[in-house]
Each structure stands twice: as C-alpha cells, then as structure tokens.
C-alpha cells in the first residue's frame, strides 16, 4: 500500500521579506541552541547558536531570540534571498554534559519566491 | 580545509549485506557523531564518541556499531543490513562543549538504500 510520510511545515515568503522561523524546545534544562540550514542533498550547515545566559545575538542578516519562559527559539532572517530556501533546524544541548549531544526539532521548510 | 567527509556518497544493499561507512575529519575535533535522516524528520543520533577509542550509544544504536580507532576517522558498520535501515547517514565533529560554544560540522551525507 501506499505509505504517507510526514509533511515538513513550510513557510513561504517574497524577496526581500524578513522571515521567521520559530522552534519550541523539549527540554528546560537545555542551555544551547544552534540554527542549522539544510540545503538540497547537502549536511546541515551551522548558521548561529546562543547560550542561554543571553536572549538574543545577531549575525549577518539573521538574529536568533530564545524565550526561556515559555521554551521557544526564532530565527530571524532579514532581506531574505532565495539562496536561503532551505530546511531550517533548531537544535538544542545541555551544554557540557552528554557528550555535547544535540536534540533536533523536525524542521521547517523555507521557501522564498522571487 | 575539507572539514567533514563521508565516504560513500551514495550506496544500494541487498538486505543482509554489510558494509561500513567512513567518516573523516580534518579539524582536529574530540568528539564526533553519526546521525540518521529519515524523510520529514529531524536528525537522531546513533552513536557517538567524545575521543580516540570511546564510543557511546545515542538515541537509535541498535543494528550498527562504531569504531574510533584514530581520533580522525570515525566508522559506522551495519552487521546485516535491513530495509528499515534505508536513510541518508549525516557524520560529524565538533570541540568539547566545555571549550565554549562549539556546534557541530556536519558532513553531505551517505544516501544508503537497502532492498
């Protein structure tokens, strides 16, 4: 029969756009949290990380801002390129212990149109 | 620099087969790891090693092995291979957490088919 796979969310945006994208995280104990792009038969590329010490930090075009309270992480991509179309992972650590194990979310799939 | 390589890129077994993925990278990292990546679906870790001759299990071990025979290279075996075992493979390495923020460098992956 026919299988179903799951379904990535999408977020679709123009050029030139800001987007964001957003992540809940698992763990309240997790004080590490990286941005990851993922391109087309490619690896996960490191884009930002923020400890938890801080609310937000800025890069080049993005800004990740992290939420403690209520355990949510956004990535923040100004003039967005359709170079950025890619899927986009948050993932999270208890920094220094497990071995620097991360914890991915499942994704979100940025598409930008021209 | 070349960072992360993964050798093969792609790979079809007959299921029962096995065979070893090879992770190498220049960076002179401690740790590394091998994930998997199943369609739709955040990356899990398999197993991991934090240095030279030490391997731990992450989140989904069962029907591979690691080797850390040379702080470089990190190996992924697949004793008996088995349909559900169909993923692309992700290594990667990073410094030790407690170095300051250290994310991990991933690879391109090995697309494994298993019939």
């Known amino acids: 029969g026919e299988s179903v796979g799951l379904h990535l969310p999408t977020l679709s945006v123009q050029e030139g756009d800001n987007s964001i994208i957003n992540c809940a995280y698992s763990?309240?104990?997790?004080?590490?949290f990286i941005w990851y792009k993922q391109e087309s038969g490619k690896g996960p590329q490191f884009i930002i990380d923020?400890?938890?010490?801080?609310d937000k930090r800025q890069g080049q075009r993005v800004t990740v801002l992290l939420n403690k309270t209520v355990k949510h992480l956004s990535l923040q991509i100004a003039a967005t390129q359709p170079g950025d179309s890619a899927v986009y992972f948050c993932?999270?650590?208890?920094?220094?212990?497990?071995?620097?194990?991360?914890?991915f979310g499942q994704g979100t799939e940025l598409s930008v149109k021209p | 620099n070349a960072g992360v390589t993964q050798t093969p890129k792609f790979r079809v077994l007959k299921t029962g087969q096995s065979m070893t993925l090879l992770c190498a990278q220049d960076?002179?990292?401690?740790?590394m790891y091998w994930y998997r990546q199943d369609p739709g679906m955040g990356l899990r870790l398999i197993h991991y090693?934090?240095?030279?001759?030490?391997?731990a299990k992450g989140e989904v071990p069962d029907g591979y092995n690691v080797s850390r025979l040379k702080k470089q290279n990190f190996l992924l075996g697949l004793e008996s291979a088995a349909p559900s075992q169909t993923s692309v493979y992700f290594c990667?390495?990073?410094?030790?957490?407690?170095?300051?923020?250290?994310?991990?460098?991933f690879g391109d992956g090995t697309r494994l088919s298993i019939l």
């Open positions: 990667a390495s990073s410094y030790p957490p407690g170095l300051g923020n250290q994310p991990q460098h």
């Open positions: 763990n309240s104990a997790s004080d590490y």
């Open positions: 923020i400890r938890s010490n801080m």
């Open positions: 993932a999270e650590n208890i920094y220094g212990n497990q071995g620097g194990k991360l914890i």
């Open positions: 960076m002179n990292h401690e740790y």
């Open positions: 090693s934090v240095g030279e001759g030490t391997t």
